[in-house]
């Protein structure tokens, strides 16, 4: 139906020698799909799960969100229709080039400025296609699903178990990657700890999703959530980020602002109390981004 696939680890040695940690790199980021990312690996899995494919898939996000294009393309290429309910600005930094994007495969969308019609306007357009005769999927915002944990659990087990890290760390948002990551360390002996980075929550609310998503793959885990490279919130940041984003390329690493760049931070910022200790072992697992740099605003 659709194919799940696995993505490579490298061993940045620069990275590393910059750090004075070995940093491997899981490569979620290089996923065989355009722009790649944990959403081609949670969107792959959530097919995959189902008896067949459907005709119409419904789903939101925000208009220049990784999951919503991902989404449309894998529409477009297996054949069903996407209809998303996109939030946000139609005039958002990027989102004149994200609408085109969607726009080319094919993808329909609603543009709702205020959140609370987010999910009226879903139940909507799942009524009418199902009025239709259509066989309509709703996919959660994120796909933050019991499929998407499971597919980062098998991955963790794999990618962990042939490299023995002491530590992943992870860019932490709806929580389904770290949550599914975290169920796999746990389910192998001399496990590594797993450290979710945040992108936007706090660590009451981002916990709670986080070991919930640990529960969808099977394990209760101890959630290392921190909220302390959040550097304004979602979508926002400072001169930390950027400095994280930049050590990323010039060591040869695409990182973004939103996602990788703060999990980047992160490990940075454990490295340099000593928490993470110099010459510890750390699978960096990638989880993209590169959509979210190129679309960025220009900022001065
Ligand atoms: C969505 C996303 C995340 C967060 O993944 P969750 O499973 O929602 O925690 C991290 N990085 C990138 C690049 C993303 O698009």
Redesign the pocket.
């Known amino acids: 139906m659709i194919d799940e696939w696995d993505s490579p680890v490298q061993h940045l040695r620069r990275l590393s020698a910059e750090l004075g940690v070995e940093v491997l790199v899981k490569r979620d980021d290089l996923l065989p799909f355009p722009l790649g990312?944990?959403?081609v690996r949670?969107l792959t899995a959530e097919f995959a799960s189902l008896d067949s494919l459907p005709d119409v898939v419904v789903s939101n996000g925000a208009v220049a969100?990784?999951?919503c294009r991902t989404l449309a393309l894998l529409a477009a290429e297996h054949g069903f229709r996407s209809h998303l309910v996109l939030h946000g600005d139609r005039d958002g930094a990027g989102s004149a080039r994200a609408l085109a994007l969607l726009d080319a495969v094919g993808a329909t969308y609603d543009v709702v400025t205020d959140p609370s019609d987010i999910a009226s306007t879903i139940e909507a357009r799942r009524t009418e296609a199902a009025a239709r005769g259509a066989r309509v999927h709703v996919v959660a915002g994120?796909?933050?699903t019991r499929a998407?944990a499971l597919a980062y659990r098998h991955a963790a087990v794999a990618a962990i178990s042939a490299h023995r890290p002491a530590w992943v760390v992870?860019?932490?948002?709806?929580?389904?990657?770290?949550g599914g990551i975290a169920a796999g360390a746990a389910q192998l002996s001399d496990g590594p700890r797993v450290v979710?980075v945040s992108?936007g929550r706090t660590a009451d609310r981002g916990t709670a999703a986080v070991a919930e998503?640990a529960r969808w793959a099977g394990a209760e885990v101890e959630v290392d959530f921190r909220d302390a490279y959040l550097d304004g919130g979602y979508g926002r940041h400072t001169a930390t980020t950027a400095s994280a984003v930049a050590l990323g390329w010039r060591n040869g690493l695409p990182l973004?602002h939103?996602?990788?760049g703060k999990a980047m931070a992160g490990l940075r910022a454990m490295v340099t109390t000593g928490e993470i200790p110099p010459g510890a072992r750390v699978l960096f697992w990638h989880?993209?981004?590169l959509a979210?740099y190129l679309l960025r605003e220009e900022t001065a």
């Open positions: 990312g944990n959403k949670k969100s990784n999951h994120g796909c933050h998407g992870v860019a932490s948002g709806t929580g389904a990657t770290h979710g992108v998503a973004d939103t996602y990788t989880t993209g981004g979210n």
